[in-house]
């Protein structure tokens, strides 16, 4: 019996590349979509949201312009400014909504208007413009009376404040403890109680000797920024920045005071899409 055999020839064509695979494009794109809004916003987004932001991000490789607008849409939501005054408020103030916040100034008022406390008025009054100050935050900071360093002064300068980390000593240890992820040094927590109770004191090289002294030079220190810096990217990526990073976004929030640019740089970047 005879066999006959038949070479198989292949047919090699130059420059044909194949077409991007879209499935795995488009769930890329979709879970960025909703990482970022959950990240910035705590929700997911609409409808209307998720096909604004797909026609942004309609490039195959996801561009990084393209990263660019869909974040800067999701930073100009008008909700953005609540979510970060709520996310303050839950760290630093132990989730006190405004109707706590209203208390107080009634029970403040009630003071100013019984003369038997005439001589703290000026104390009192103080206190209460602070807690007035506390509740107005989102409004402010929504039309631009303050950025999100005055959210955080506003949030650490009130009485409520006061009374969760009562005493100077955990005050001072607090805002650095909050701020900074660390403890004061000796001599850091030692001057800054010493500025706090209004005596002559230095801190980070600076001379203050109130208490309005001491938030000034704490949050116009390097190391305010720094630890802004280390709180987004534990807060998006759930890690430390490297050395660079670190240096990168300091010098960003410290030379354009934007701290809506450092979560950009974040939320824009390969390792948070998710293709690194």
């Known amino acids: 019996m005879l066999y006959a055999c038949t070479k198989r020839e292949e047919l090699i064509i130059y420059g044909n590349v194949p077409p991007p695979d879209n499935t795995v494009s488009n769930v890329f794109r979709e879970n960025y979509i909703n990482k970022t809004y959950i990240s910035v916003l705590g929700r997911k987004p609409t409808d209307t949201e998720y096909l604004s932001a797909r026609q942004k991000l309609s490039s195959y490789e996801l561009k990084k312009s393209d990263r660019e607008l869909f974040v800067d849409e999701v930073l100009a939501k008008p909700e953005y400014f609540k979510r970060v005054y709520d996310l303050a408020r839950a760290e630093y103030l132990n989730n006190s909504d405004s109707t706590e916040m209203q208390t107080f100034i009634d029970v403040f008022n009630q003071f100013l208007s019984d003369t038997s406390y005439q001589a703290l008025w000026p104390a009192i009054q103080a206190e209460r413009d602070k807690l007035i100050g506390l509740k107005n935050v989102p409004i402010d900071f929504a039309n631009g009376v303050i950025d999100i360093k005055g959210v955080y002064k506003r949030c650490i300068n009130n009485y409520i404040y006061d009374q969760i980390n009562m005493g100077t000593e955990n005050f001072v240890v607090s805002m650095f403890q909050h701020f900074m992820y660390r403890y004061p040094t000796l001599q850091e927590l030692e001057e800054g109680k010493k500025m706090v109770d209004g005596f002559y ?20 220190s390097d190391a305010y920024y720094e630890g802004r810096v280390r709180d987004l990217y534990k807060r998006y990526i759930f890690r430390e920045p490297s050395i660079m990073e670190m240096k990168d976004g300091t010098s960003l929030y410290k030379s354009t005071n934007n701290y809506k640019a450092v979560q950009k740089l974040i939320l824009t970047s390969d390792e948070f899409v998710g293709i690194k």
């Open 201 to 220: 004191a230095y801190l980070f090289y600076l001379e203050g000797n109130t208490k309005d002294d001491f938030i000034r030079i704490f949050f116009d």
